[in-house]
């Protein structure tokens, strides 16, 4: 797979997760956060357990470590996330969590002990000015939600880095239908621990499961990994940007959510962040080839 083609990949993975917010804060008004996982992962993993099982016989203890890290890591995303979206617009989670475009090269400049360049600085500098004026109310206070949406931000940073690494490592799409199998498992196990949980009752309820399952764990989740492998994970950390705007969109249309013009300004800065953190960019680590 070619680097542009893996970028355009890449995309429409980005988009069709941004979608999940939507359904999720759907699916939260009448199911727990860990049952409502638990069941749209394991819906997800029987799907794709369904097309690719011949790639899940014969594995190999790292392959399956490997999908095991990246499930916890993804499972600490959607737990963030989740407990945000029940108090908090979808857009506003959106962009909270997706600062991780900004999260994404301050996280490897410390892995690779070495300073930011200044424009990455600058870059996230602005997108924090932009996360305040999405979730400062007018005492000045940030609200549990939001709180949760930096969090998640933080993690899914991280998970991006760790995808980057073990993809170029393993085969990327066994590796995501792992991830998604131990994301169900992890959160069963926290429902069974600390909810009720129950199967889905009724057209919405398996409505919302069935387009989480198979649009935005099937094909958002699972393809990750594979584009993933063939970008630079700066880049990668880039296309985050187009998921809380596809959010936005979304949440206007269908939730009658409005940012107000604090917002739509905290959205503005947020988005001129990602250029801003790609201007010192080397050019030769935007060309240069994945492992192979």
Known sequence: MTKSKAEVLLAGVILARSTSYLFTKIGLKTL??????????????LLLFLLFHKRLFHLKKKTILGGMALGFSFF??????????????TATVSFLENTA???VPLFEAALR?????RWTVFGAATALAGVALLTLRESLS???GEWFCIAAAMLYAGSIILTDRLSRQDDPLTLGILEVGFVSLFALMASFITETPRLPAGGVEWGVILVL???????????????????????AGLFCALNPASAAVLGAVF??????????????????????????????????EPAA
């Open 76 to 89: 600490m995303v959607m737990t963030a996330e989740l407990t945000g979206l029940k108090t908090t617009p």
């Open 32 to 45: 727990d956060t860990f049952n409502l996982m638990g069941v749209r992962f394991l819906v997800g993993f």
């Open 113 to 117: 002990r070495r300073l930011p360049g």
């Open 213 to 235: 399952a198979v649009v935005c764990t099937g094909f958002g989740f699972t393809l990750q990994p594979v584009a993933q492998r063939y970008t630079g994970v700066e880049r």
């Open 255 to 288: 939730l009658h959510e409005r940012l107000g013009w604090r917002g739509l300004l905290g959205c503005g800065l947020v988005l001129a962040s990602v250029a801003l953190s790609r201007l010192g960019a080397p050019k030769q680590e935007l060309e240069e």
């Open 142 to 144: 940030i609200g549990a």
């Open 101 to 103: 475009v900004v999260f």
